[in-house]
């Protein structure tokens, strides 16, 4: 191009206003993206639409500014129309950006092409505002200037729009703010580069008029068009302003709020006198702890503790004593418990206690009783002697299945533990609504069985297999109740067992038994008695003491009685019946595991336990005579005891052909129907002495017990001559 160009210069204030407008318009932009997030949809795109008006307006008014600062010897005007033509892309690149900053789910590919939309809409902007200048002859245009320009506004968005968003990602601190406007600062400083460089890529020959200088002109339309951009802009300002306040109000409103709610959730769920947890509260630890993480939820138990008249205690004594008292009760249900177990008040006079990893039914009996233990203790309350006594039903997780079940578990045992008369615990069990009735009933007569003398020890004789000596008696426990008659041990034993009543009719039978046994004595008769110990006995911790203690009351050396453990109680808790095994061995007293083959004996746990004896079930003697099976059961178990050291007890010898078989077989002793029933002892003593059977000295005992006389024993009688009838 060979001609003489016009020459050009620059005005600095219409620069400086286009500068500071544009960057005041960034500034307010991120404002904007702001409020486009705080707000819902509708609300955000409001400000979209809203800031994009205003801050395009800006964006174009900047625009014109910088043309404006262009000086020519000439007289200049604009075209109106072209001028306000450019406002439409400057309004579409301002919305372009808010909403790209908005989107921060927008893919890599969008920004991009979004950065090259809102660079050429820029330069667009300059271009149409520049051709509203029009000159005589036509202005030129320099393209690789312009390229240029173009590639300044570029290199000016990217990084902008990279910075801009990600400082727009951080809190609002003023740090941060200060941050922002050095960033803003440079972009819009670059883009005005760019722009200020297309503007300066125009080519104006020297004779050149410019035929619209009657339209837009004068030095008062620089400063117009930076009022008519701040204004909208500072509306705008105050609006985000005024919007930012109305959230964080809103907010705070809401946290505060939330704390209340917290604050009434808390106070909903606690007990106010105890400052237990109450029902509710209980409840949603508990479907939290269920609904946790279930590896750390083995087995979860529920207690619940109902006070047995505690009603009448409140309206006797009022409320406030009530509550002293409960707040006791608690502290001492507190200090039987682990750390992680969780205690509530779940009404006047209920507790509900949640355990989590007691090891097994026999723990959760233990704790039970020690929690009825604990409540039933005396306590001094506002200087008034207070014993009271509680109903505890249990339930179990996963028996019962869920948070519900294990609710209404609770309270279905609970009642019936309350319907038997209180003071005792029961376990959930399923159907316990139908048969829990006849059941509670049994209970209940059950508990007064020993005071009203309706229980009596039968005894059933045990031979020596190959001449048909007495070896021993079974102690069996009969109940004479007054309109049922006489209830069999398999109804009533597993009925004391639920209801906690198995240690006190076991430790009766024990006394019975060592009675029994020095009162034969002294008659001068020796007799070895086997009494049935219970799987619940089995975990009873003083179950050593009860039995140190009736050997010691009735003066009977400790190898005259007999433990006979079911093999499936014995081994349902493999440590316990080595402990209690271990530990009655010591003592002297011996061991025998019964119903032996109904259970799943492992031979290494059988090796281990110090039994003496061992009496195979009366199932296998049945089918003795008819099924070589059978034959071939019984021998390998003959074969196997005696070479671990235990003698044979075969239970339930009805026939002369089974006891033929049995002693054919080695089996040591025969019990059965054959012999004998078991019988009440007077009964037993004229069978004696109708059979002229002789009974064994001492010293014979021994000798088929392999006990040592005066070895472990608590007390040791002088031998006396085998006796006969
Ligand atoms: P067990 O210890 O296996 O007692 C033997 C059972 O077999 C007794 O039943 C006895 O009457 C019965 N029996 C004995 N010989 C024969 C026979 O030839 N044919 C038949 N068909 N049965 C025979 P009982 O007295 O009804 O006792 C049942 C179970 O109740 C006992 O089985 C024992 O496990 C339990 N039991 C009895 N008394 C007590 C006790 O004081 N404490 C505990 N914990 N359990 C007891
Ligand atoms: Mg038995
Ligand atoms: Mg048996």
């Known amino acids: 191009m060979s001609q003489i160009e016009m020459a050009t210069s620059y005005q600095i204030w219409p620069l400086l206003a286009a500068w500071v407008v544009s960057i005041y318009a960034l500034y307010l932009q991120g404002l904007v993206v702001r409020r486009v997030r705080a707000n819902e949809r509708d609300a955000g795109f409001a400000w979209i639409l809203g800031g994009s008006l205003c801050l395009g307006t800006g964006l174009w008014a900047e625009s014109i500014l910088g043309l404006l600062a262009l000086q020519l010897p000439i007289p200049v005007g604009y075209v109106r129309g072209v001028l306000l033509a450019s406002w439409l892309p400057a309004v579409a690149i301002t919305a372009c950006v808010t909403w790209m900053q908005t989107d921060v789910g927008l893919s890599r590919r969008m920004r991009v ?15 149409i505002n520049v051709s509203a200048m029009v000159m005589q002859p036509q202005a030129q245009w320099h393209m690789k200037m312009a390229l240029g320009a173009a590639m300044v506004v570029l290199l000016a968005c990217a990084p902008g729009s990279v910075l801009i968003r990600h400082m727009l990602q951080k809190p609002p601190t003023p740090s941060n703010k200060v941050k922002t406007l050095g960033v803003l600062a440079l972009m819009a400083t ?25 339209q837009l002109t004068g030095d008062s339309l620089a400063l117009m068009l930076t009022v008519a951009a701040l204004m909208p802009m500072l509306l705008l300002h105050l609006g985000t302003i005024q919007d930012g306040r109305a959230h964080s109000k809103h907010a705070q409103l809401q946290d505060s709020l939330n704390q209340a709610q917290a604050a009434l959730q808390d106070a909903n769920q606690h007990d106010v006198a105890t400052g237990l947890l109450n029902r ?17 939820v083995q087995q979860l138990t529920v207690f619940r503790l109902n006070l047995d008249g505690f009603k009448s205690l409140i309206e006797t004594y009022g409320y406030d004593l009530g509550d002293t008292t409960v707040r006791f009760l608690a502290s001492r249900i507190h200090g039987l418990v682990r750390d992680g177990d969780v205690l509530s008040r779940s009404d006047t006079d209920e507790y509900l206690l949640m355990c989590n990893g007691l090891s097994d039914e026999h723990a959760v009996a233990q704790l039970a009783q020690r929690l009825g233990d604990a409540i039933h203790e005396p306590c001094l309350i506002q200087d008034q002697d207070i014993t009271l006594s509680c109903s505890i039903g249990i339930a179990c997780y996963p028996v019962s299945t869920n948070a519900d079940q294990l609710l209404s578990h609770s309270q279905d045992a609970m009642l019936t533990a309350r319907k038997a008369g209180g003071a005792v615990y029961c376990f959930y069990e399923r159907g316990m609504d139908r048969r829990g009735a006849e059941q509670v009933d049994m209970q209940r007569d059950l508990r007064h069985a020993i005071e009203r003398n309706e229980l009596e020890v039968y005894f059933q004789p045990k031979l020596r297999a190959h001449d048909k000596a007495l070896a021993g008696v079974e102690a069996l426990l009969r109940w004479t109740h007054p309109e049922r008659g006489m209830v069999s041990p398999v109804q009533f034993i597993p009925v004391a067992e639920r209801f906690g009543l198995i240690g006190e009719l076991g430790l009766w039978v024990l006394n019975e038994a060592c009675r029994y046994i020095r009162l034969w004595h002294d008659a001068g008769l020796n007799i070895p008695v086997a009494v049935n110990l219970s799987a619940h006995q089995l975990r009873q911790p003083d179950l050593e003491l009860r ?6 009351r009735h003066r009977v050396p400790a190898r005259m009685l007999i433990m006979e453990i079911t ?6 808790d493999i440590e316990s019946s080595l402990r209690v095994f271990d530990m009655l061995d010591a003592i002297g007293v011996r061991l025998s595991i019964d119903d032996f083959g109904t259970g799943y004996s492992s031979l290494s746990y059988l090796r281990r336990l110090p039994a003496r004896q061992l009496k195979i079930d009366r199932s296998f003697v049945r089918d003795l005579e008819t099924s070589l099976d059978a034959q071939a059961i019984v021998e390998a178990v003959v074969r196997l005891s005696h070479a671990l050291g235990l003698q044979v007890v075969a239970e339930g010898v009805e026939t002369q052909g089974q006891a033929e078989i049995l002693a054919r077989l080695a089996c040591d002793e025969l019990q059965g129907f054959l012999f004998a029933k078991p019988m009440p002892e007077p009964a037993l003593l004229a069978w004696l002495v109708q059979r002229g059977t002789a009974v064994l000295s001492p010293h014979q005992v021994a000798l088929v017990t392999h006990v040592v006389p005066g070895e472990d024993t608590l007390f040791e009688w002088p031998e006396m001559e085998a006796s006969g009838s």
């Open 567 to 572: 093999e499936s109680a014995a081994m349902d």
């Open 547 to 552: 039995v140190r203690d009736a050997l010691k």
């Open 113 to 127: 092409a979004g950065v090259l939309v809102v660079s050429a809409g820029l330069c667009l902007v300059t271009v």
């Open 280 to 296: 509710l509260g209980f409840e949603r630890t508990l479907r939290q702890t269920l609904h946790g993480d279930c590896s750390t």
């Open 190 to 214: 670059f883009v005005r580069l760019g722009q200020m460089m297309l503007i300066g890529a125009v080519s104006i020959s020297a004779g050149a008029v410019c035929i619209s200088a009657d």
